[in-house]
């Protein structure tokens, strides 16, 4: 139940203001796709690109995350659409803050991922899908995770036993089978100059 007795302090240090401090747009760029799409690795190489040009960013990480935050959800439904929640509440605080925020989570889920852009708005949300066969992903399987939930070991995983709704409308794909890591970056950054994001 939501407390009654509480009032929204305006600052006077507003986003505009910091927008114009760190002379680019803040942003929620939300990186979605199955586990080993490449949706950690491009979102840091791309902070790592953005820092370079003097950008302020933060990269939220699904992992990360789970491991302060978010460390008291599992993998249910109810606990993955709480993470997601979570998680746009926190974009949309560092949205206000100024930084370009990139986010790499699964966020399997069509009405999670609607609903983090209705809170943070489409003209703040920018979704890039990263697009990935499951049998590619698998391939990589970096954590060994894969292996596991074909053994059973673990439940409700991402491809496997959980669907992953594939994005109808995302601002961008990107094709992270087939396309490498650098010009997957450059295809981002042409994306925010283009749309007046950064300089």
């Known amino acids: 139940m939501k407390s009654t007795n509480i ?3 305006q600052a006077t240090v507003t986003r505009q203001r910091r927008n114009k401090l760190n002379n680019h747009r803040s942003i929620v760029l939300w990186f ?3 586990s080993g799409s490449g949706k950690s690795t491009l979102a840091h190489s791309l902070e790592e690109r953005l820092f370079q040009r003097g950008c302020s960013t933060f990269v939220l990480d699904g992992d990360n995350v789970r ?3 978010n460390s008291n959800l599992d993998f249910s439904e109810v606990g993955r659409t709480e993470n997601i ?3 746009s509440e926190v974009s949309k605080l560092m949205l206000e803050s100024g930084l370009i925020v990139m986010t790499a989570f699964i966020s399997p889920f069509s009405k999670d991922r609607n609903e983090a852009r209705k809170l943070i708005t489409s003209d703040d949300f920018v979704e890039i899908y990263c697009k990935a066969s ?3 992903c698998e391939s990589r399987d970096v954590k ?4 596991r939930a074909r053994a059973g070991e673990i439940k409700n995983y991402t491809g496997i036993d959980s669907p992953y709704e594939i994005p109808q409308n995302p601002e961008l794909i990107i094709d992270t089978e087939n396309q490498g890591l650098e010009d997957s970056v450059s295809t981002i950054l042409e994306f925010l100059e283009l749309n007046g994001i950064i300089k």
């Open 134 to 136: 499951l049998q590619k």
């Open 85 to 87: 929640r979570r998680i």
């Open 67 to 69: 491991h302060g935050l």
């Open 32 to 34: 979605t796709g199955l």
């Open 7 to 9: 009032i929204y302090h």
């Open 144 to 147: 060994g995770l894969y292996k």
